[in-house]
């Protein structure tokens, strides 16, 4: 199965046990296959940081000097963060970037990345850092 070309046909929004809403996979996908490619706004640093700071519900998916903003992306945007993640982020070109299955996950499970910034991990309310408080 290539899952990355018929990424709308297998993962679906809905609430998530992390936050707000999340995405999942109706299918089992295999550690290291491509899941689908991040496209969007390409910007740079400077630029992903000003909206950042100036807007609400900026989603913005990075791997070296790519930044992407998702915004106008339905499903992607959805997903969140766990220190336990399941997916990576790895470039693919000048203007998109893969997301890639860090392990097996099983149907149903929520894909999640790590977000790699220091302050997300204060704060952080995954299942794994949930369960350390």
């Known amino acids: 199965m290539n899952i990355e070309n018929d990424f ?7 609430d998530s046990q992390i ?6 996979t109706s299918v089992p996908i295999k550690d290291g296959e491509k899941i689908l490619i991040i496209k969007g706004e390409v910007i740079s ?6 909206r950042e700071d100036e807007e609400n519900n900026v989603y913005i998916f990075w ?4 930044y992407i903003d998702t915004n106008n ?3 992607i945007k959805y997903i ?22 860090a392990r097996d996950i099983a ?18 309310s995954c299942n794994d850092c949930e369960n350390k408080g």
Do not use: M, P, Q
């Not at 709308?8 to 809905?14: A, L, T």
């Not at 791997?63 to 790519?66: A, K, P, R, V, Y």
């Not at 969140?80 to 299955?101: G, Q, T």
């Open 73 to 75: 992306t339905e499903k």
């Open 63 to 66: 791997n070296g000097d790519t």
């Open 19 to 24: 936050h707000g809403k999340g995405i999942y």
């Open 45 to 50: 640093g400077n630029e992903c940081e000003r």
């Open 80 to 101: 969140n963060h766990d220190c336990s993640y399941n997916c990576e982020v790895h470039d693919r070109d000048e203007s998109s970037l893969w997301l890639v299955a």
């Open 107 to 124: 149907i149903d499970e929520e894909l999640t990345i790590d977000y790699g910034y220091e302050e997300i991990y204060s704060s952080c």
């Open 8 to 14: 709308e046909k297998y993962v679906y929004v809905k």
